[in-house]
């Protein structure tokens, strides 16, 4: 089991991020380079995933279409969320994302990704060898991602004005 942790300070009020950072649309923006989709096999294909709603991703990873639900497990609105992998290539995945106003008046935006390879012994390997810099650098790319959107005006394009 891998586990990897992100923070990232953002420069926007906690329930635009905590929104930004649930918004099939906006993590279709940060993985363009892998041609995701959120798919109509199970769940929703849009919007902002509530709880105990799946959203059925496919995506081209390491030359391979790969596809995977994720299901909202936990939610508490504005200040944390877990989406869990219910079907997918790998033994697990969950993915805890928290919300904290900071002092300096931004919002603190702190990922906590876990996921378990296929495969005990060759998984364990592919973790420690590939899937540990990949799985970090995609959740990286996703942060900024979000970072941009919330801080500019684009956020209006993938929200509602109230948020």
Not at 25 to 43: I, K, P, Q, S, W
């Amino acid at each position: 089991m891998v586990t990897i942790e992100e923070t990232t300070l953002i420069q926007a009020p906690i329930e635009r991020c905590f929104d930004l950072a649930r918004s099939v649309e906006v993590h279709l923006v940060d993985n363009r380079h892998c041609g995701e989709m959120a798919m109509a096999t199970a769940g929703v294909t849009s919007g902002l995933p509530g709880m105990s709603e799946c959203v059925t991703w496919r995506a081209k990873h390491f030359g391979v279409w790969q596809q995977l639900i994720s299901k909202i497990t936990a939610m508490e609105s504005p200040g944390y969320f877990q989406d869990t992998m219910i079907q997918g290539v790998f033994r697990s995945m969950k993915h805890d994302h928290f919300f904290r106003l900071v002092p300096s008046g931004q919002t603190e935006m702190k990922d906590v990704f876990c996921f378990a390879a296929p495969l005990p012994i060759l998984g364990r390997l592919a973790e420690i060898v590939l899937l540990r810099r990949y799985m970090r650098g995609l959740l990286h790319e996703r942060n900024v991602v979000i970072k941009r959107i919330a801080e500019s005006a684009d956020w209006q394009r993938y929200l509602p004005p109230t948020s």
